[in-house]
């Protein structure tokens, strides 16, 4: 093995230099130009049409590089190629490229636009592949333009374009480290990506470009920790090892108890680590102690941390185990690190490389908690055929376990190392033998006894070795060991190993006095080798004379003195020096005097033995299963492990507000507007109102508010309730709005005081979603049902979903909604099962945003202030579905008395409705006081037709004639769709039930958000996902047939577009078309 | 994370390289040959090695070393993990993991680790998707190839990747539709001069070699599921399954992977199927020594005891050996001194036995040490722990698939001290 270096050596000395400069140096001579040729002729294969010519050239050219050689000439011939069809070539030229793109820029800079071509292919495999080879080509130039394609990437459907997009991510910091804060935003927004595939590599780029940012993981704390068994086993490494460094951010160490505990013992130590068992007694009184303070709970997020990584103890990858036991090390309480142990066993059996590293950080571990390891001490039993680093690590483990009880196997299983063939080994188990003399006094006799019966081994190694350790042991009990010093100096005579000899004489020196009588006979015998001797021996030699000129200075004298002056001449400075600095001090002169007293003192003074301890102890400083553990020194980019906070940080930092899995959906919306969704929806509803703050005009926006929320959201996200409903703190402020409501509720009370079933429904909503509000108990008396939202309520039961749907939707809204308590709507299932489609983990962006915004049709006047003799009154349509029957439209009407007397008994009259139109009333309001608004809702059934519903609204004293028209956008709820689906659908409605127009988008309209917006508000439909980014599609349904609506907008250059909507209701399709037209041209 | 790979052969040659970002020199390896160098023994180089700008972590698999370059912080672990994963691509691409089957097939070695690295960190590394994107060789493709022209990248997208289960491909159909699986497990034991056992447990792995069209979901149960102690399981298995039924239940990759491995640690429940009687002494002042040793078979359920080797390391002072034997055949090698006896099969009747002449060198003491032994040996058809395969189902799928199990027990690392 030795020659195999050197033969390298030799090889990189002579043809390295050589050998790749025959490609393109012409001055290496006459090798080079048929080597040259070889390259023109790749060049010309490169040239040709024929694919399997430029296929064999390219591979060539990769074995090239893969060799090492340089191939760089190549670059304009190779270049060329980057657009070819052909897979592999465009493949094998992408390698090339990101090879030499380097050393190329101005050439490399060719190529962009092939990829950037990439970027807006419809197919995510490809649109993936540009950016990873655009982001490979570390040209400082194009990083404006990786930035813009990063960004695009980060929201693109595909998640595994996205998961591309996080990849890139450090290799444009690593170009460029500039573009931090910008690319902080995008690893942002990648960390709320719901999908497994992106979660690995977005964690990545964080811990590469901003480990520092721990806030941005707060809101994605329990995603990731929910998401994590799903992840790919690299990932996985990596979330687990930022996840133990967040949560010694965020957490309380869960020790903590036990360090109270022994503060409480012993009124010493604070925040002592201290792991081992503390005595029965002084546990009683701190147990009695404890109770005075506060109990530490351990945080539901790390409890959620530590059961959803157990698991994954059992990977197949050592990686992820070594990940989790790290975890468990330095997050979870003492009692539970146990279960790691087992798993850590379980990898000794893997390949070497990995026992290797396991072993190293079970060493650590094993000084920490040695009881984790104690059952399984025979697994780290050594073989004669484990590598020499493997059994030395083994023997440090072997030794760390060592107790009292076990001492005996142990030793018994070192006697049988001693005797192995491998002398390395042999020697570090003699260490450990004197370790485990050490540190268990027990056994110290048995230890020294058999370590003296070594010294008669006939291997000098094995003697020297225990020379060593037989040195550091005696110095604990020298009186008792006279016999032994003098076995060992009888051992000068043979024994040659310098280290060795040293130690015997220091011992003889040390202990003259216990063997006076052949102190002075070594000492004369190494002055005659003195000369021979290696420097330590040496050093030594002068050490014993000069304690012996102390002790004993009648016999001594000369041959100390003959030993300084051989010394005095020694070609080592530092013999030298030793020497010079022996003989002032001992020898007394005439001048000096003042040190020489204290001579004796200086050499003899007594010595404290040596603590043989493990080289592993401390490290678990550096986080395990880290490359700055296993190096036992701090790596580039290693991230401190922090310290436990003394005060936990606000635990509700990683509250998310929307549930889980129905954000995503949310988010595409949210994106627009990048608010809270509470607050934003209040925020929103602004500009349709009048500024005015009263009550009334505050309950709208509410309401307005769900309305916008829609119905498949709200229905999803009550369903998510139902499974977490320990994460009901997390919903604060939910709970806070719906008490303001409440309280608003409590104004209204009096005039609310009828009809039982209704306002017991509503009421049990606002008292169940503002359980922790006073206003539950205020409104105990009309409470039926309470929490029933929390339920789970099978679908057959008729009653309770209507409450749960109505509570989530109508929170804000009190007017009793309906009489009759009937199923919820046949949209929301639908849109249901769309959630719930969402929630298959690959796809989540495919997931239409459902919600629709607010109608366009903003509110209308039903009757003037002036016509209604103080009586005002509107409506908008609130685009939630009306739950008392699905084929209705929902319409909020508002009332205000402006007037200066009450309106009494306000109610509908009897409607004269066209034929099919037919109206769900609103219960009568019993009194409307001066300057008091009320709202209510109703359904009307407007049949699939435009034409306006003509009904009464009668007071206690008058009658208004009054009449409402429906847009024809509010006709229809939005249906969730697949693009397949969509596309099947839309085949089956070609031909007359197909309209076509076309139409010029203005300037303001041409980004995806305002078209969608503004199709949305026209008209209540649901997007439908899309593979192609300038063709937006919608789809719903009329609300009395239910017939589909499938709207089809294809924008095209400069502002051209096309509409399309297909619909058997032509009348609907038509004025669809119209009305869309008009919003987008506007 | 990681920088670079190259791949160098037991000579020091190095044959392959690839960088994932920035060109770093060959000459960093040189750090790698010292240490290699200073190890002496190619199973001690650390695998580890600090130089002072970059970290190198190696492994070393079938005479060859794969020695990554690292720059920063990463668990050394996930390196090696992703090594030896690298390593298992190519033995399964190519058959084996050699110098030259990776020197013929250098460019899909290339494109191999162009998908499995991205930027240094792990993009596609499951089988079944690496398959999808580049076909792995065969003699009949690489006619085909030759004359058509057509490639060894596959112009299917790969769709795996993108699916919520990227251990299986899509669309795979088979006419005949076969599950196959192997219980083999291994006995680590460590067994004194007495013969009493001081260590033992069994070592367990399923593989499976699944042949089944379209998407089935398999589930396989034990009769006796309590046996297995500590189990790692293949990603595509349900953990939750295992936790409450102690069912596997899962939906395969497609061909040969390894569904779980498994520990049986109680040591009563190891049984030890062979015994060694064996004897080496040396006489004081004198270059010949004697040696002596017989295996028989022990609580071997009834299963004949097959392809019995005997490995001895002997004292490095041993010069020859003279020895016959009973059954089957004896080698020594004098340079690394390991005495190997092929014994074959155990009959009861007959018991084998290898005795004989040492000769040492001469003028050399007795040597002190003593040398070790280790067994291998392999019983059919059975499972030594006693795990059986109770039944296995499958759903999702209409077809009946042809179902097999197959035990087999094996030596693992059995080692008799002297």
């Given at each position: 093995m030795s020659a195999a270096p050197a033969y390298s050596e030799d090889k990189g000395g002579s043809a390295g230099p050589g050998e790749p400069e025959y490609g393109h140096d012409p001055a290496s001579g006459g090798i080079f130009s048929s080597d040259y040729k070889r390259h023109d002729d790749l060049k010309e294969m490169l040239d040709t049409n024929k694919d399997s010519l430029k296929l064999e050239a390219m591979k060539r050219i990769v074995a090239m590089i893969a060799r090492g050689k340089n191939a760089s000439d190549l670059f304009p011939a190779v270049v060329k190629n980057v657009a070819c069809k052909n897979i592999e070539v465009k493949k094998l030229v992408y390698v090339y490229l990101v090879r030499y793109a380097e050393e190329q820029q101005d050439l490399a800079l060719l190529s962009i636009s092939t990829f950037q071509r990439g970027l807006k292919d419809p197919n995510q495999l490809i649109r993936a592949s540009a950016l990873r080879v655009l982001s490979s080509i570390r040209v400082p130039i194009i990083v404006p333009i990786m930035m813009l394609a990063i960004k695009e990437a980060a929201s693109d459907m595909s998640p595994y374009v996205r998961k591309t997009a996080a990849h890139a991510i450090p290799k444009l910091y690593s170009l460029d480290s500039d573009q931090k804060d910008q690319l902080i935003e995008v690893i942002e927004k990648l960390l709320a990506d719901k999908t497994t595939l992106v979660a690995g590599s977005v964690v990545m780029a964080f811990e590469e470009v901003c480990p520092e940012r721990i806030d941005l993981i707060h809101k994605n704390y329990r995603k990731l920790c929910n998401l994590l068994i799903d992840v790919e086993e690299w990932g996985q490494v990596v979330i687990i090892s930022m996840l133990t460094r967040y949560a010694r951010t965020q957490f309380l160490s869960p020790t903590q108890n036990e360090s109270l505990l022994e503060e409480n013992a012993e009124k010493a130590f604070y925040g002592s680590e201290e792991d081992e068992a503390k005595g029965a007694g002084s546990e009683e009184t701190a147990a009695a102690a404890l109770p005075a303070r506060k109990p530490y709970i351990m945080d539901p997020d790390h409890r959620l941390l530590l059961r959803n990584t157990k698991p994954l103890l059992q990977s197949r990858s050592a990686a992820v185990v070594m990940a989790v036991a790290q975890l468990y090390f330095h997050l979870a309480p003492k009692a539970e690190v146990g279960v790691i142990a087992k798993a850590l066993v379980r990898l000794l059996r893997s390949h070497s490389e990995v026992q290797y590293v396991v072993l190293q950080n079970v060493a650590t571990m094993s000084i920490k908690r040695r009881g984790m390891f104690e059952p399984y001490l025979k697994s780290f039993y050594i073989r004669s055929t484990d590598p020499t680093q493997i059994k030395i690590l083994k023997l440090e483990v072997l030794t760390n376990l060592a107790n009292e009880t076990n001492i005996p196997t142990v030793l018994r299983e070192f006697q049988t190392y001693i005797?192995?063939?491998d002398k390395d080994f042999v020697a570090a188990t003699i260490q450990a033998i004197g370790r485990c003399a050490t540190n268990i006094g027990r056994v110290r006799d048995t230890c020294l006894n058999g370590l003296v019966q070594l010294l008669s081994n006939r291997d000098e190694l094995v003697v020297a070795e225990s020379v060593v350790v037989i040195k550091k042991l005696l110095q604990m009990q020298p009186a008792q060991h006279g016999e032994i010093i003098k076995h060992l100096a009888k051992l000068t005579d043979n024994i040659q190993v310098p280290m060795a000899r040293a130690s015997i004489l220091w011992l003889i020196g040390e202990y003259c006095e216990h063997v006076p009588r052949i102190a002075p006979d070594v000492l004369r015998k190494m002055a005659k080798s003195f000369t021979a001797e290696e420097d330590i021996v040496k050093l030594q030699v002068i050490n014993l004379a000069a304690k012996l000129y102390l002790t004993n200075s009648k016999q001594t004298k000369l041959l100390t003195q003959y030993v300084l002056s051989l010394a005095k001449y020694d070609q080592n400075y530092d013999i030298r020096d030793r020497a010079r600095f022996t003989r002032q001090l001992i020898v007394p002169s005439e001048q000096g005097g003042a040190l020489s007293r204290h001579a004796k003192k200086l050499f003899l003074a007594p010595k404290p033995a040596p603590v043989l301890e493990s080289s592993f102890k401390d490290r678990d400083h550096f986080q395990l299963g880290s490359l700055s553990h296993l190096l036992n020194a701090k790596a580039t980019g290693y991230q401190e492990l922090p310290d436990w906070p003394e005060e936990a940080p606000d635990p509700s930092v990683r509250n998310v507000e929307v549930p889980e899995w129905t954000k995503c959906s949310n988010r595409e919306k949210r994106k627009e507007k990048e608010k809270p969704f509470y607050s934003d929806s209040e925020g929103e509803s602004g500009p349709t109102e009048s500024a005015d703050s009263d009550p009334e005009s505050e309950s709208e926006s509410d309401s307005k508010s769900s309305s916008e929320s829609g119905s498949g959201e709200s229905s999803s996200e009550s369903d998510n309730e139902d499974q977490d409903e320990d994460e009901e703190k997390g919903r604060g402020s939910e709970s806070e709005q719906s008490e303001e409501d409440g309280k608003r509720k409590t104004k209204k009370k009096v005039p609310e005081g009828k009809g039982e079933a209704s306002s017991s429904d509503e009421d049990s909503d606002s008292s169940s979603s503002t359980s922790e509000s006073e206003m539950t108990s205020e409104s105990e008396e009309e409470q039926l049902e309470p929490a029933s939202w929390r339920r789970k309520t099978p679908p057959s039961s008729k009653r309770a979903p209507a409450t749960k749907e109505i509570s989530l939707l109508d929170l804000e809204d009190f007017t009793p909604p309906s009489v009759q308590p009937v199923s919820p709507p046949a949209i929301v299932s639908t849109s249901l099962a769309a959630d719930l489609e969402g929630l298959t983990l690959t796809d989540s962006t495919l997931v239409p945003s459902l919600l629709s915004p607010v109608s366009r049709v903003g509110r209308q006047e039903l009757l003037h202030r002036v016509a209604g003799e103080g009586l005002v009154v509107d409506y908008t349509f609130s685009r939630q579905p009306f739950s008392g029957d699905p084929h209705m439209v929902s319409v909020h009407i508002h009332f205000s008395n402006s007037s200066d007397t009450p309106i009494k008994g306000l109610h509908v009259g009897t409607p004269k409705l066209p034929a099919g139109i037919s109206i769900q009333e609103f219960p009568e309001i019993e009194s409307l006081a001066p300057g008091e608004s009320a709202t209510a809702v109703m359904g009307i059934n407007f049949c699939d037709s435009t034409q306006a519903a003509n009904f009464q609204l009668c007071t206690q004293t008058r009658q208004f004639y009054v009449s409402i028209q429906p847009p024809v956008g509010e006709l229809m709820a939005p249906v969730f769709m697949s693009e397949n689906e969509f596309k099947k659908e839309q085949g089956k409605l070609m031909g007359m039930n197909e309209i076509t127009e076309k139409l010029m988008l203005p300037d303001t309209c041409r980004s995806d958000h305002v078209v969608v917006q503004k199709v949305t508000a026209t008209a209540n439909l649901g997007r439908v996902p899309c593979g192609t980014s300038d063709e937006y599609r919608f789809a719903g349904r009329t609300l009395t047939s239910g017939s589909l609506v499938l709207l089809t907008l294809d924008a095209r250059q400069a502002g051209a577009a096309q509409l399309t909507v297909n619909s058997e209701k032509m009348v609907i399709g038509t004025m669809l078309v119209k009305d869309v037209i008009q919003a987008l041209t506007q | 994370m990681i920088h670079s790979l190259f791949l160098i052969n037991c000579s020091g040659d190095i044959f392959l390289e690839k960088h994932w970002k920035s060109v770093v020199s060959q000459s960093v390896c040189d750090y790698f040959f010292e240490a290699q160098e200073k190890a002496a023994d190619v199973e001690n180089v650390p695998p580890v090695i600090s130089t002072p700008h970059h970290y190198l972590i190696s492994i070393y698999r079938d005479k060859l070393f794969f020695v990554s370059v690292i720059q920063t912080e990463v668990p050394p672990l996930f390196v090696i993990e992703f090594l030896h994963r690298v390593a298992d691509t190519f033995q399964d691409y190519f058959g084996e993991c050699s110098e030259a089957a990776i020197k013929d097939n250098v460019v899909i070695v290339y494109e191999l680790l162009e998908e499995m690295l991205d930027n240094g960190f792990p993009l596609a590394t499951e089988s079944n998707i690496l398959k999808e994107l580049i076909k792995p060789p065969t003699i009949l493709r690489s006619v085909v190839n030759s004359i058509t022209g057509s490639s060894n990248v596959g112009d299917t997208l790969p769709t795996g990747q993108l699916s919520n289960i990227p251990w299986r491909r899509a669309g795979v159909k088979y006419t005949n539709n076969e599950a196959y699986f192997d219980v083999v497990e291994e006995i680590d034991a460590i067994i004194d001069k007495s013969g009493s056992t001081v260590f033992a447990e069994i070592q367990g792995v399923i593989d499976a070699c699944i042949k089944l069209s379209g998407m089935p979901d398999l589930s396989l149960s034990f009769m006796n599921p309590r046996l297995l102690d500590d189990v790692s399981f293949?990603?595509?298995?349900r953990f939750k399954r295992w936790e409450s039924e102690r069912i596997l239940s899962f939906i395969p990759p497609d061909g040969n992977f390894r569904l779980i491995s498994y520990r049986v640690s109680s040591q009563n429940l190891v049984a030890i199927p062979v015994y060694v009687k064996h004897s080496i002494s040396f006489k004081e002042n004198s270059s010949c020594g004697r040696f002596d040793i017989t295996i028989g078979p022990k609580q071997n359920m009834g299963k004949t005891i097959e392809g019995i080797t005997v490995t001895v390391h002997m004292p490095k002072v041993v010069l020859n050996m003279n020895l016959t034997t009973t059954q089957g055949s004896y080698t020594f090698d004098p340079v690394t001194k390991v005495l190997t006896w092929d014994v074959g099969k155990i009959t009861p009747q007959k018991l084998p036995s290898l005795k004989g002449l040492v000769n040492l060198q001469s003028g050399a003491p007795k040597p002190e040490e003593n040398p070790s032994l280790n067994i291998q040996f392999k019983i059919q058809q059975l499972a030594i722990s006693g795990l059986k395969v109770n039944r296995l189902d499958m759903y999702g799928e209409k077809y009946k698939p042809f179902k097999g199990v197959k035990y087999v027990t094996k030596a693992g690392k059995f080692q008799v001290y002297y």
């Open positions: 005797r192995s063939m | 293949h990603p595509c298995i």
